[in-house]
């Protein structure tokens, strides 16, 4: 019955006869306008995300960081001409990236500043300019006819049949980038789970060790370990060496599928990892963790997830898109995180809510 009644209503809404009845009744029309609204906000999302990345890469936002400046003013630091300032200022300001003060003055909006505080989140704008070219042809995309993309080549770890032998000028450019983003992430991992409970904790593809880093300052106490590819210990020890976390973390370079996991840790965590690899690699993953793990050790499992919240199903349509152009990898709902644990022998998994289902989910298990 369902079934039938929406395919009623798709014939109703399909008739230009029915929406010029709904248009006579103000609130039917309403109603229509709201939904048109968002189908037309859908239809030219693409000119709002390049207006964004335009903003980004001529550094409007660093411009008007903390300041009111005219256009005069933005056009002089950013290189640029007055009109066509002036022209992408009210681009932005259609999007409610920066606000009109006055006729000629401008300041940063609510998400403008956010964009301008966020350095990693301004490096994953002008990172997006890859995977916009790997989706220029959508329609050969959503195919498979994509062939090797930009993004496949650009995550070394998901095309190399030997991760182990990557070097550090392939690991380096992805690896800053996993440590510019991550602040936001670590902040919502941390505000929903207290890490503070365990005695030391061992980050596993934990690259440059930003979200170790951030478990650090947030519990001093806590015995901290990093495992990941021997590129990319090499370049955590240089990071937590700036953060002055490097005296109160082990490094252990390896591969994660074969090699053995350090022990004597009470807690494990994987961020932002299951979701790179296809579900073969995750039981690798998962199985090769849990055979070196001591019995109760907690893992501890944080990546965005697909779900039924707002938030949940912006990050599964992101992020499912961005995997499909890396050729590996997919957004997971919880409960196909913990059918993955528990064929990897994995108990009492659980999903725990977090405080932005869009940045991240949670699932905890048990050795």
């Known amino acids: 019955m369902a079934i039938k009644a929406r395919l009623w209503r798709n014939r109703r809404i399909a008739s230009p006869r029915f929406r010029a009845f709904v248009a006579r009744f103000p609130l039917l029309r309403g109603i229509a306008n709201r939904k048109a609204k968002q189908l037309f906000r859908l239809t030219s999302g693409f000119v709002h995300t390049q207006v964004l990345s335009a903003c980004v890469q001529l550094g409007i936002f660093e ?4 300041k009111a400046l005219s256009t005069t003013a933005i ?29 000629d003055l401008w300041m940063l909006s609510d998400a403008g500043s956010v964009v301008a505080a966020d350095r990693g989140l301004r490096e994953m704008i002008r990172h997006h300019d890859m995977l916009y070219r790997d989706l220029v042809d959508a329609g050969a995309f959503w195919r498979g006819d994509r062939g090797e993309t930009e993004l496949r080549q650009y995550w070394a770890y998901v095309r190399d049949n030997d991760p182990a032998k990557i070097g550090n000028d392939e690991a380096a450019p992805y690896s800053a980038l996993m440590r510019e983003s991550q602040a936001m992430l670590a902040d919502c991992i941390l505000a929903s789970h207290d890490f503070g409970q365990y005695r030391s904790i061992l980050d596993i593809g934990g690259g440059e060790g930003a979200f170790l880093s951030a478990v650090g300052e947030r519990h001093p106490s806590v015995n901290l370990a990093l495992f990941d590819l021997p590129a990319v210990t090499g370049l955590a020890a240089r990071h937590m060496r700036e953060r002055g976390m490097l005296t109160r973390c082990t490094l252990h370079p390896g591969d994660f599928t074969v090699d053995a996991i350090p022990a004597g840790h009470d807690c494990v965590t994987l961020v932002r990892i299951l979701c790179d690899h296809d579900d073969d690699r995750v039981l690798a993953i998962l199985r090769n963790i849990h055979r070196h793990l001591a019995s109760g050790t907690r893992l501890v499992v944080a990546e965005a997830m697909a779900g039924d919240s707002e938030g949940a199903n912006l990050a599964a ?14 957004c997971r709902e919880g409960r196909e995180i913990i059918d993955l644990l528990a064929r990897s022998g994995f108990r009492d998994a659980r999903m725990v809510p977090t405080t932005n289902a869009l940045l991240a989910g949670l699932v905890i298990a048990t050795r």
């Open 63 to 66: 411009a008007l960081d903390g």
């Open 75 to 103: 056009a002089t630091r950013c290189g640029m001409g007055p009109e066509a300032t002036r022209a992408l200022l009210d681009q932005a300001r259609r999007l409610d990236l920066v606000i009109s003060a006055s006729p």
């Open 317 to 330: 349509i992101y992020f499912s898109t961005y995997f499909a152009a890396m050729g590996s990898g997919r």
